[in-house]
Each structure stands twice: as structure tokens, then as C-alpha cells.
């Protein structure tokens, strides 16, 4: 059942100056990963298992601090239905099925008419240096429920809501895709990651349940994972 969105009183340049932070935060955690692995050869997956925890968090506690505890918002003014998880799962399975088919279509099309080798995204780099079952389960554990998490509540359920109020649904659709492509930093691949990201606000204006756009990106996720490693088993 479709909920009204509460206004949000948050503003645009609240959500922009936040994700510039986490990046520039993560950039920083990046470099000091790198130290650390080089001096004390910790296991590279599990340095990068903690960076993508800790961006989760900045990405789940930024719109938290800033919408309930700054501005008073309750949780579901961020999309957080009451026992909405399981009425979810039907809706946020077919559309992570539909959003992978599209994209990969998108990218396959992308491919043909403008031909270049790209590099391979970094998270599926970080696929292949997976070697045993353990270091897959915590590739799977980021791929499919961190990043999620974190991504879907930060735009779909704290930056959209500000855009949609300034630009109307349709733009704030739009333009909330285009910063969580541009976010993944491959400019090859911007616009099918831009498509992927439209279906995923889209769902979130219909549903106003962001447990369904957060299943339907990890759905998404798993596939592609599933995918790289029935072609590059362990």
C-alpha cells in the first residue's frame, strides 16, 4: 500500500555535502588500507570487508543523524515501513530479476555500438581475488547487503525525497540516478548504472517501502555475483 511521502525538511545541499564527506572519508580509509596491508599483510578482502562496512554506516548514520536527530523526522520518513520487509520481498525480487536483465541488456547494447575495453568495475576486481569460501561469503555479505543498505537509504531514502520536493517527482527521479551512478565512478557504464538506478527510485516512489529497493538492488547484486563466479569459479 502506497504511502504519502512526509515533506522532508531537509535540504538538497544537506545530502550533497554528506555524500561528498563519506567519499572523501572513504578515499582517505582507502589510502590507509593500502599502508596497512602493505605492513602488516592483512588479508586484502578483509581490509576492503571493513571499508565497505564503515561506508555503510556513514551512508545508513548520515541521513539518520541529519533527518530524526537534526531535523526530527521519524524512520519511515526515510522509508522504513513498519513490518515491511516481508511484504517486500515478492515486488524487490522481480524488479532486482528485471533491473540486472536491463542493464546488462543496456550494456551489451552500449557495447556493440560503441566498442572499448573497459576496466572491469572495482567491486568485481575485488571478486576475482576471492580464493576460498570464506572470502566468498564476506564478498557476497558486501555485495549483496551492505552496499544495498547503505546506498538505498542514503538515495533513495534521504536524497531523493529532498530532490523530489525541489524538481517534482519526475527530475528528482532523475537526477537522484545520476548521482548514484556517478558515485560508482565508471564513466563507461554511467548510464546503464543510471537506468539500473531510475528503476530503483521509481520503485521507491511507488512502494514509499525502501526495503523493496533495497532487496531489489541486492537481488541485482547476487546475480552479477553469481554470474562472475560460475565464469571464474574459486
Known amino acids: 500500500m502506497n504511502m504519502e511521502f512526509s515533506p522532508p525538511r531537509w ?26 596491508t602493505g605492513i602488516w599483510k592483512i588479508d586484502s578482502i578483509c581490509i576492503v570487508f571493513g571499508a565497505s562496512a564503515i561506508q555503510t554506516l556513514l551512508m545508513v548514520g548520515a541521513p539518520w543523524y541529519i533527518a530524526v536527530i537534526k531535523y526530527g523526522h521519524s524512520y519511515r520518513d526515510i522509508g522504513f515501513v513498519e513490518r515491511g520487509f516481508f511484504s517486500a520481498l515478492p515486488r524487490g525480487m522481480k524488479w532486482g530479476i528485471g533491473l540486472f536483465l536491463t542493464v546488462m541488456i543496456l550494456g551489451t547494447i552500449q557495447a556493440i555500438v560503441y566498442p572499448y575495453e573497459a576496466e572491469l568495475q572495482d567491486f568485481a576486481k575485488i571478486l576475482l581475488m576471492v580464493d ?32 523530489r520536493r525541489r524538481f517534482g ?40 517501502n525502501i526495503w523493496t529497493s533495497i532487496i531489489a538492488h ?12 560460475y565464469a571464474y569459479p574459486i
Open 11 to 36: 535540504k538538497i545541499w544537506e545530502g550533497v555535502l554528506a555524500i561528498s564527506g563519506i567519499v572523501l572519508s572513504m578515499l582517505a580509509l582507502g589510502f590507509l588500507s593500502d599502508i596497512i
Open 132 to 163: 576460498s569460501y570464506g572470502e566468498l561469503f564476506l564478498a557476497v555479505i558486501m555485495g549483496v547487503v551492505l552496499a544495498p543498505l547503505g546506498e538505498e537509504i542514503f538515495f533513495r531514502g534521504f536524497f531523493y525525497p529532498a530532490l
Open 169 to 208: 517527482a519526475a527530475w528528482g527521479i532523475v537526477i537522484t540516478a545520476l548521482f548514484f551512478s556517478a558515485l560508482h565512478f565508471d564513466l563507461y557504464r554511467l548510464l546503464p548504472i543510471a537506468v539500473g538506478g531510475i528503476g530503483l527510485t521509481y520503485l521507491y516512489e511507488k512502494t514509499r
Open 218 to 229: 541486492g537481488v541485482w547484486n547476487g546475480i552479477m555475483i553469481a554470474l562472475i563466479f
